[in-house]
């Protein structure tokens, strides 16, 4: 991506890279490789949203019928996990990857990254790019208070697969070459900011719901790093991308079911 001389003394990047994000393997996957990459990496970790307050944000939008059914299928996906591991091994040993949190990555604990104290730590941090992935939406005031490039990964084809579950959806609706992954600029909509670079997976005939988004993430830590050094160098180049644009959500249990029964989609 650069050339020796803008390297370090450790063969990393400078620049400074805060990445925001509510925790767990899939993000960790991603910090990790821009750690490897870039010399100055901090984790700002908010607090993860409680499913109640989920639950009534998502009635307010969609009926109570829709949110319970949401809430059943990310309950099966979390519960089905544990039977996948196989799988996911056999991802994280493909792309060489690792979810395991760096205990040397310094990691800031907030309640919400659109809270006061949360602005005021990133701003003190004077970081040269925002990354975020699987964070909050960042409120208009937030995305205002940061001095630099914001930039997000998404497990999803943009626009066309905005929002929540791109990869399962892809599939859901006979797309499947746009199961994929996306890093584009943040602004005040759902994944509608920018898109800087685009990455596509077929998935294996084991892999489902469970898995989709981890394998969307691993395969995508190169378009994340390339849009990292982008920023760095201010270079930055959106690209305008045709096609019908809509956001998507968790599909409800009977949907989830009813696809993976009859099409073999889980």
Not at 150 to 160: R, T, Y
Not at 168 to 180: I, K, Q, R, S
Request: with cysteine; charged share 20%.
């Amino acid at each position: 991506m650069t050339d020796i001389a803008s390297q370090n003394h450790m063969g990393k990047r400078p620049g400074r890279v805060v990445v925001v994000t509510a925790g767990g393997e899939n993000p960790w996957i991603m910090i990790n490789a821009l750690s490897a990459r870039f010399a100055d990496v901090t984790v700002v970790e908010e607090r993860p949203e409680s499913k109640g307050l989920f639950l009534r944000r998502r009635a307010r939008r969609l009926g109570w019928p829709t949110a319970l059914g949401q809430l059943a299928t990310m309950v099966a996906s979390r519960f089905g996990k544990r039977f996948t591991r196989r799988r996911a091994a056999e991802i994280l040993a493909t792309y060489k990857v690792s979810g395991t949190p760096d205990p040397a990555i310094p990691v800031k604990p907030v309640v919400s990254i659109n809270d006061a104290e949360a602005i005021a730590h990133m701003r003190a941090l004077k970081p040269d790019v925002v990354f975020l992935i699987s964070c909050r939406m960042l409120k208009a005031e937030t995305l205002a208070a940061l001095p630099c490039p914001v930039i997000n990964f998404h497990a999803g084809i943009n626009p066309a697969y905005r929002g929540l579950m791109g990869g399962y959806w892809a599939l859901a609706n006979d797309d499947t070459e746009n199961f994929g992954a996306t890093v584009h600029l943040v602004d005040a909509g759902v994944d509608t900011g920018g898109v800087l670079y685009q990455s596509r997976q077929k998935p294996a005939a084991t892999d489902s719901m469970h898995t989709y988004p981890l394998l969307q993430t691993a395969a995508s830590t190169d378009i994340a790093i390339a849009a990292v050094t982008d920023a760095l160098d201010g270079k930055l180049k959106p690209v305008d991308v045709a096609g019908p644009s809509r956001q998507w959500y968790h599909p409800p249990i009977w949907t989830w079911v009813w696809n993976g029964i009859r099409r073999g989609i889980w």
